[in-house]
């Protein structure tokens, strides 16, 4: 098969069906600009997509020292050679013209072009000023789950034992904390036990709070071609909108928005009630059963229905696909994690997985799925509310290991009080004890909740702010420096997606400009700074990419991520290694707990745990006694309501999150033709029974109001849920016909402008999934329909009624797949 495929109008391609158990067949996609042919192309360049969790392997394709293409590399384990969307034209940012090219610095109110000597020394000077009268706790830096490997760990080494700060986090607080807290309140550790390759073998595939088909969609491309093969899984999709895994699932349910836990405690209760549980397996490898038995005892799926709002047979056949499963694979992602109880529900699905004894077997894993591509790196680099190397800071013993690895004295790394989370720092910089924040490849002045009060804090004038990005965002128009980093395809890194793939991304081009690495920054700094361990010797010892790598190895071995068989050579060439990959395990390791739970030892594990309602931390004494021998522990959650339900005043549920075309706050995805065509501004999806009680039609512009903001928009009439609102995140106030931020002015079009700043108490990540909402028309139509894609959950419910999305000859890519 050799096809050219629109694909925006088509974003998952060809089908290449295959049976179970079966070896995904390869397919390769290539996307080259416009008059660009292979012949035309000097090099290929190994690379990884940056955006999303997948981890697609491509190629960047090189002509005249200028990007001018991708193609997916088949030998690879992740894609076989298949991109989605986003993967194929998202390059095309890299060149845009409004890179930032220099570094600048604000005088007299503005922001001016400086120089990196100028940029360097402010923020040095600023550092130092405030160690000397404020002390470590002062500073703090809010980082990303976009950078590389090398990156996080330079930064982690360098505020946890160069600063001596607690306040060091990742946007993987939005992302992928409750998936993070979720493994460690079951298997004492951080660490995916799944695989993708349990698609290839599963006879059952849940997916939880998971629009899979938009967010991974190579993956989504898989379980399609299941679909088409021999012997194809069962899907179960739970999500309140009409998203297409809901519309190719065997059981859709699409709960009412923070029902979670309620809806897990009834399947749980069926599972149990038919007797689907795997008695050997709880008893080899599990506590707390006898608990969980009694907890959901009473929870039916009647009971649940009530709550959920899905009628209680249908509950009865979800439970009855998941208990007949004989090999079960279940995904979670933010329909759950930025939900009501988010660490509580996450942690049921892996109790289904417990008690069924499904995990560590092809087929029968679960995948607590992570956002963003280097949200693992972040994780497992302590470059979040983490300790390097999933260490416990609870743990003496590990703080001494730590402080070994550094050669500094413990007591330099912070480990009196829970590494502080992101949600918290924003706090703190609001009371005014964190004077400075220094913003790495994030963009919080869209992405994180309650704009109007996140803007206030940025713009301080007593807090200063150094943002690192390539573009003037929204923050970095808030920012006292602004310094311009090179990205992917201009760098050389690691980052691992989220099934443990490890890959290299290599330099393709130049940057622009003066922009640099983000790792030659943080060791710029460093250097500045003059950090020292305890001989008086540099703190940060290496140079470079691959320095950079091998400290890391030595600070992950012997943990659950270890990296020590790894070097970048190795990952040039072939395909991405699964961690751990050491002298036990030299190829990687495709699934972890294959033979029992090996990192949830009072000794060795990352938590001793929490309360899933306070998310009190647990002390060793508690753990000891709770799970002496480190088995897996299962923890029983009670529902609780959600805070904000609707009333007379905000009558709706809202909720919010993403479309197939875009990335996030679009810095990237609205600087491609193809992908910002294909939805172009903000919209509003209502259900047609709500839409026709309001008399309101399709395209009419409309505001949704909350208690905090407003957000405005054109109606997008869909079957979602009745009662629910949805709003994609991704638009802030940067205008891809203006080509800049309007200053100060902000434009009602990020839906973070309506969501409440409150978070889950175990895993502390926001609740962007829960709220209460009023819809009101501003005007009528003028008979265009709203801005949103119809190839996706934004489909109209009437779906003859509206043109589809195409993206015509721009959008063709080649695929080729063996006969
Ligand atoms: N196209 C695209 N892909 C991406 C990204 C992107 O921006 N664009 N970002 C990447 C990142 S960082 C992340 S974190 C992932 C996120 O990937 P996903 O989690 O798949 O994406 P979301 O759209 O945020 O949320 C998923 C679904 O949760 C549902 N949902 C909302 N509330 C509830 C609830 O209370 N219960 C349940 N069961 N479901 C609910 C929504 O209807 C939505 O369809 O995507 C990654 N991939
Ligand atoms: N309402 C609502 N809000 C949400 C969500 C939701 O579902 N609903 N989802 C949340 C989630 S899961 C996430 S992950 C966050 C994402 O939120 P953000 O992280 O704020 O979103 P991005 O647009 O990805 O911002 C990344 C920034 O890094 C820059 N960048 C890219 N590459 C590099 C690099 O190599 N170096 C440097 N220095 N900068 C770089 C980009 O230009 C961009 O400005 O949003 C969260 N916010
Ligand atoms: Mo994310």
Same mark, same amino acid.
């Given at each position: 098969?050799?096809?050219?495929?629109?694909?925006?109008?088509?974003?998952?391609?060809?089908?290449?069906?295959?049976?179970?158990?079966?070896?995904?067949?390869?397919?390769?996609?290539?996307?080259?600009?416009?008059?660009?042919?292979?012949?035309?192309?000097?090099?290929?360049?190994?690379?990884?997509?940056?955006?999303?969790?997948?981890?697609?392997?491509?190629?960047?394709?090189?002509?005249?020292?200028?990007?001018?293409?991708?193609?997916?590399?088949? @030998?690879?384990?992740?894609?076989?050679?298949?991109?989605?969307?986003?993967?194929?034209?998202?390059?095309?940012?890299?060149?845009?013209? $409004?890179?930032?090219?220099?570094?600048?610095?604000?005088?007299?109110?503005?922001?001016?072009?400086?120089?990196?000597?100028?940029?360097?020394?402010?923020?040095?000077?600023?550092?130092?000023?405030?160690?000397?009268?404020?002390?470590?706790?002062?500073?703090?830096?809010?980082?990303?789950?976009?950078?590389?490997?090398?990156?996080?760990?330079?930064? !982690?080494?360098?505020?946890? !034992?160069?600063?001596?700060?607690?306040?060091?986090?990742?946007?993987?607080?939005?992302?992928?904390?409750?998936? *993070?807290?979720?493994?460690?309140?079951?298997?004492?550790?951080?660490?995916?036990?799944?695989?993708?390759?349990?698609?290839?073998?599963?006879?059952?595939?849940?997916?939880?709070?998971?629009?899979?088909?938009?967010?991974?969609?190579?993956?989504?491309?898989?379980?399609?071609?299941?679909?088409?093969?021999?012997?194809?899984? /069962?899907?179960?999709?739970?999500?309140?909108?009409?998203?297409?895994?809901?519309?190719?699932?065997?059981?859709?349910?699409?709960?009412?928005?923070?029902?979670?836990?309620?809806?897990?405690?009834? =399947?749980?209760?069926?599972?149990?009630?038919? $007797?689907?549980? #795997?008695? $050997?397996?709880?008893?080899?490898?599990?506590?707390?059963?006898?608990?969980?038995?009694?907890?959901?005892?009473?929870?039916?799926?009647?009971? !649940?229905?009530?709550?959920?709002? &899905?009628?209680?047979? /249908?509950?009865?056949?979800?439970?009855?696909?998941?208990?007949?499963?004989?090999?079960?694979?279940?995904?979670?992602?933010?329909?759950?994690?930025?939900?009501?109880?988010?660490?509580?529900?996450?942690?049921?699905?892996?109790?289904?997985?417990?008690?069924?004894?499904?995990? %560590?077997?092809?087929? *029968?894993?679960?995948?607590?799925?992570?956002? @963003?591509?280097?949200?693992?790196?972040?994780?497992?680099?302590?470059?979040?509310?983490?300790?390097?190397?999933?260490?416990?800071?609870?743990?003496? *013993?590990?703080?001494?290991?730590?402080?070994?690895?550094?050669?500094?004295?413990?007591?330099?790394?912070?480990?009196?009080?829970?590494?502080?989370?992101?949600?918290?720092?924003?706090?703190?910089?609001?009371?005014?004890?964190?004077?400075? =924040?220094?913003?790495?490849?994030?963009?919080?002045? &869209?992405?994180?909740?309650?704009?109007?009060?996140?803007?206030?804090?940025?713009?301080?004038?007593?807090?200063?702010?150094?943002?690192?990005?390539?573009?003037?965002?929204?923050?970095?128009? +808030?920012?006292?420096?602004?310094?311009?980093?090179?990205?992917?395809?201009?760098?050389?890194?690691?980052?691992?997606?989220?099934?443990?793939?490890?890959?290299?991304?290599?330099?393709?081009?130049?940057?622009? %400009?003066?922009?640099?690495?983000?790792? $030659?920054?943080?060791? #710029?700094? !460093?250097?500045?700074?003059?950090?020292?361990?305890?001989?008086?010797?540099? +703190?940060?010892?290496?140079?470079?990419?691959?320095?950079?790598?091998?400290?890391?190895?030595?600070?992950?071995?012997?943990?659950?991520?270890?990296?020590?068989?790894?070097?970048?050579?190795?990952? /040039?060439?072939?395909?991405?290694?699964?961690?751990?990959?050491?002298?036990?395990?030299? @190829?990687?390791?495709?699934?972890?707990?294959?033979?029992?739970?090996?990192?949830?030892?009072?000794?060795?594990?990352?938590?001793?745990?929490?309360?899933?309602?306070?998310?009190?931390?647990?002390?060793?004494?508690?753990?000891?006694?709770?799970?002496?021998?480190?088995?897996?522990?299962?923890?029983?959650?009670?529902? =609780?309501?959600?805070?904000?339900?609707?009333?007379?005043?905000?009558?709706?549920?809202?909720?919010?999150?993403?479309?197939?075309?875009?990335?996030?706050? /679009?810095?990237?995805?609205?600087?491609?033709?193809?992908?910002?065509? *294909?939805?172009?501004?903000?919209?509003?999806?209502?259900?047609?029974?709500?839409?026709?009680?309001?008399?309101?039609?399709?395209?009419?512009?409309?505001?949704?109001?909350?208690?905090? %903001?407003?957000?405005?928009?054109? =109606?997008?009439?869909?079957?979602?849920?009745?009662?629910?609102?949805?709003?994609?995140?991704?638009?802030?106030?940067?205008?891809?016909?203006?080509?800049?931020?309007?200053?100060?002015?902000?434009?009602?079009?990020?839906?973070?402008?309506?969501?409440?700043?409150?978070?889950?108490?175990?895993?502390?990540?926001?609740?962007?999934?829960?709220?209460?909402?009023?819809?009101?028309?501003?005007?009528?139509?003028?008979?265009?329909?709203?801005?949103?894609?119809?190839?996706?959950?934004?489909?109209?419910?009437?779906?003859?009624?509206?043109?589809?999305?195409?993206?015509?000859?721009?959008?063709?890519?080649?695929?080729?797949?063996?006969?």
């Amino acid at each position: 098969m050799d096809a050219s495929v629109d694909r925006i109008a088509r974003p998952w391609g060809s089908r290449t069906p295959y049976r179970r158990h079966e070896k995904w067949p390869e397919r390769v996609d290539t996307c080259l600009a416009d008059g660009v042919d292979a012949g035309g192309v000097q090099r290929w360049v190994q690379a990884a997509s940056i955006l999303h969790s997948d981890g697609d392997a491509m190629d960047i394709a090189v002509a005249d020292g200028r990007m001018v293409g991708v193609r997916g590399r088949a @030998q690879d384990r992740v894609n076989r050679g298949r991109l989605e969307p986003k993967d194929l034209f998202a390059w095309q940012a890299n060149a845009s013209p $409004d890179r930032l090219t220099r570094p600048l610095v604000r005088e007299n109110g503005h922001l001016v072009e400086s120089d990196w000597p100028t940029a360097m020394d402010r923020i040095v000077a600023r550092s130092r000023e405030l160690l000397a009268e404020r002390g470590p706790g002062s500073i703090g830096f809010y980082t990303s789950g976009q950078l590389f490997l090398e990156e996080y760990y330079t930064l !982690a080494v360098l505020a946890r !034992a160069g600063i001596g700060t607690n306040h060091l986090d990742g946007n993987t607080r939005l992302c992928t904390s409750t998936a *993070a807290e979720a493994l460690k309140e079951s298997f004492g550790s951080d660490g995916q036990p799944g695989t993708y390759d349990d698609i290839d073998h599963a006879d059952v595939i849940a997916l939880f709070g998971h629009n899979l088909a938009e967010t991974q969609p190579v993956q989504w491309m898989r379980i399609l071609d299941r679909l088409e093969g021999a012997d194809p899984p /069962r899907l179960l999709c739970v999500d309140p909108r009409p998203t297409p895994v809901a519309r190719r699932a065997t059981v859709h349910l699409a709960p009412r928005l923070g029902t979670n836990v309620a809806l897990l405690n009834a =399947l749980l209760h069926e599972i149990i009630r038919t $007797d689907r549980v #795997d008695h $050997d397996y709880v008893a080899a490898h599990t506590v707390g059963y006898e608990e969980l038995a009694s907890r959901v005892k009473d929870r039916t799926p009647e009971w !649940a229905a009530a709550i959920c709002d &899905v009628p209680a047979a /249908r509950i009865a056949e979800a439970a009855e696909l998941l208990g007949s499963a004989d090999r079960l694979l279940s995904t979670v992602l933010q329909g759950v994690y930025q939900s009501h109880q988010a660490t509580a529900a996450a942690v049921q699905v892996n109790n289904i997985h417990l008690i069924r004894g499904m995990l %560590g077997r092809p087929g *029968a894993g679960v995948l607590q799925m992570n956002g @963003q591509p280097t949200a693992q790196n972040t994780r497992e680099c302590g470059a979040d509310g983490d300790l390097p190397g999933f260490r416990n800071w609870q743990n003496d *013993a590990h703080v001494a290991e730590l402080a070994d690895v550094w050669n500094v004295d413990p007591k330099t790394i912070p480990h009196y009080a829970p590494p502080t989370h992101a949600m918290q720092m924003f706090r703190y910089a609001e009371q005014g004890s964190l004077r400075m =924040l220094w913003i790495t490849a994030t963009n919080p002045a &869209v992405s994180l909740p309650e704009l109007s009060r996140i803007r206030s804090i940025l713009a301080q004038e007593r807090l200063f702010v150094v943002v690192q990005d390539l573009f003037l965002t929204e923050t970095a128009q +808030l920012a006292d420096v602004v310094l311009p980093a090179a990205t992917w395809g201009e760098k050389t890194g690691t980052f691992t997606n989220a099934d443990r793939t490890v890959h290299l991304s290599d330099r393709a081009v130049e940057p622009p %400009g003066e922009a640099r690495p983000d790792l $030659d920054i943080f060791l #710029d700094y !460093a250097a500045r700074m003059d950090f020292r361990d305890k001989d008086g010797g540099p +703190l940060v010892t290496w140079h470079d990419p691959e320095s950079a790598f091998e400290a890391w190895k030595r600070c992950s071995a012997g943990r659950p991520c270890d990296y020590t068989g790894l070097t970048h050579a190795r990952l /040039r060439g072939g395909t991405g290694i699964q961690w751990p990959c050491n002298d036990e395990n030299p @190829q990687g390791t495709p699934r972890l707990y294959t033979d029992g739970i090996t990192w949830a030892h009072p000794d060795v594990c990352e938590s001793y745990g929490k309360d899933l309602v306070t998310g009190a931390a647990d002390d060793v004494v508690e753990y000891r006694s709770l799970n002496p021998d480190g088995k897996a522990v299962i923890r029983a959650a009670a529902y =609780l309501p959600p805070h904000e339900q609707p009333d007379d005043d905000y009558p709706f549920q809202l909720t919010t999150g993403r479309t197939l075309y875009h990335f996030h706050t /679009r810095t990237k995805t609205a600087r491609a033709a193809q992908l910002n065509a *294909a939805a172009p501004d903000v919209w509003v999806e209502a259900s047609a029974s709500d839409a026709t009680a309001l008399g309101l039609e399709e395209g009419d512009l409309v505001d949704v109001t909350t208690p905090r %903001g407003a957000v405005r928009g054109r =109606l997008r009439v869909t079957d979602i849920r009745p009662g629910l609102l949805f709003i994609p995140f991704h638009y802030g106030y940067w205008d891809t016909k203006a080509g800049h931020a309007p200053d100060g002015e902000t434009a009602g079009r990020a839906a973070n402008e309506t969501t409440i700043t409150d978070w889950d108490p175990v895993s502390k990540q926001p609740l962007f999934k829960t709220a209460a909402a009023a819809l009101h028309r501003v005007e009528r139509g003028d008979g265009h329909p709203a801005p949103a894609p119809t190839t996706t959950a934004s489909a109209p419910s009437r779906a003859d009624a509206l043109p589809g999305t195409t993206g015509g000859s721009l959008a063709l890519v080649r695929e080729e797949a063996a006969e």
